[in-house]
């Protein structure tokens, strides 16, 4: 689960369902639920373009999530299976970071 202090959403894979749902921290309701790659694994939000990555465990691919109007916007190609995600500020802009094991 992923959240972000200025945005009131709550981000949580759904391993088994392939979706990631939306929480509204406010109002503690889904709502919404994305369809994302299979077996998402982790997930990672940029706050300053309210975007969220779910690296997809058994796709090799990382998605990424639009949180303006909560759709899929495009997918990345990763390494084999990624289980992680993390985004880092050590550059001007946020950038997502994949961990992967083998």
Not at 23 to 48: H, K, L, Q, W
Not at 78 to 96: A, E, K, M, N, Q
Request: charged share 10%.
């Amino acid at each position: 689960m992923n959240s972000r202090p200025d945005w009131f959403d709550a981000h949580v894979t759904n391993y088994a369902a392939s979706t990631v749902s939306v929480i509204n921290e406010a109002t503690n309701t889904v709502t919404a639920t994305i369809p994302v790659g299979r077996y998402p694994f982790g997930i990672a939000v940029d706050s300053s373009s309210r975007t969220a990555y779910p690296p997809s465990a058994y796709d090799n691919t990382m998605s990424v999530i639009d949180g303006a109007t909560n759709s899929v916007t495009g997918t990345i190609p990763v390494g084999r299976f990624p289980v992680g995600v993390d985004s880092t500020t050590s550059s001007p802009l946020p950038r997502p970071t994949v961990t992967f094991t083998f």
